[in-house]
Every structure is written in structure tokens, then in C-alpha cells.
């Protein structure tokens, strides 16, 4: 499975920004797929997945309420919608491919990565 991210941007505190993965190969309808993140000098973080096939999602406390996790199946593509952004969002926000539940949420169940996008929030 071959994922790419995009839709990183510069973003005022409390505006919205809306990441998308493109992805392709494999049979997508059983894989997950993960958003994460990784601010500079820190480890990276789970933050929403939805499974492909069924659609169930599952989101980090830190995140629920203000972040949605979403996918189109016609187009091959999973959307993250950001609201009420805050400077400590500033991340590389990456997506990636799991073939199994989408409650794992550790970096290293997550078997295929997209490059990155930046997503830099201003205060």
C-alpha cells in the first residue's frame, strides 16, 4: 500500500485545516488507516483511525471532539478535519496502513507510512 498525506499549511489558532491521504495498492477495504503525529523533539502519536471496509473509527482522547477521521471509497482517499487548532497541534501529521483493528494505535501496528505534511499552527 502506498499512502500520501497532503493538506499541511500555516493556520491561525482556532481555524481548520483538512489533511487528506491518498492511497492505492493493495486490497484497501481491509486495511486501517491512521493519522499521526510528531512534533519536534517528541515521539510520535496516534491520533484517529478508520477501517476501510466497515468505516468503525477511533480517536485519542486528546483529539476527540475536534478532530474527524473520514474516508471516500470511491476515491481512494482518508480525510482528517481539524477545528479549533491550537500551537501545540504544530506536527508533521503523517497517515498510515494497518491490516488489522482500528483501536491499535502504537506507531510500530502500523505497517505502511505516507511522507508527512506540516502543519504549523500560529498563536
Known amino acids: 500500500v502506498q499512502l500520501q498525506a497532503s493538506g499541511g499549511g500555516l493556520v491561525q489558532a482556532g481555524g481548520s485545516l483538512r489533511l487528506s491521504c491518498a492511497a492505492s495498492g493493495g486490497t484497501l477495504s481491509t486495511y486501517t488507516i491512521g493519522w499521526f503525529r510528531q512534533a519536534p523533539g517528541e515521539g510520535r502519536d496516534f491520533l484517529a483511525a478508520?477501517?476501510?471496509?466497515?468505516?468503525?473509527?477511533n480517536y485519542a482522547h486528546s483529539v476527540k471532539g475536534r478532530f474527524t477521521i473520514s474516508n471516500d471509497n470511491a476515491k481512494n482517499m482518508v480525510y482528517l478535519q481539524m477545528n479549533s487548532l491550537k500551537p501545540e497541534d504544530t506536527a508533521i501529521y503523517y497517515c498510515a496502513a494497518s491490516l488489522y483493528s482500528e483501536y491499535l494505535t502504537q506507531v510500530d501496528e502500523y505497517l505502511y507510512w505516507g511522507q508527512g505534511t506540516q502543519v504549523t499552527v500560529s498563536s
Open positions: 478508520i477501517r476501510w471496509g466497515g468505516g468503525n473509527t
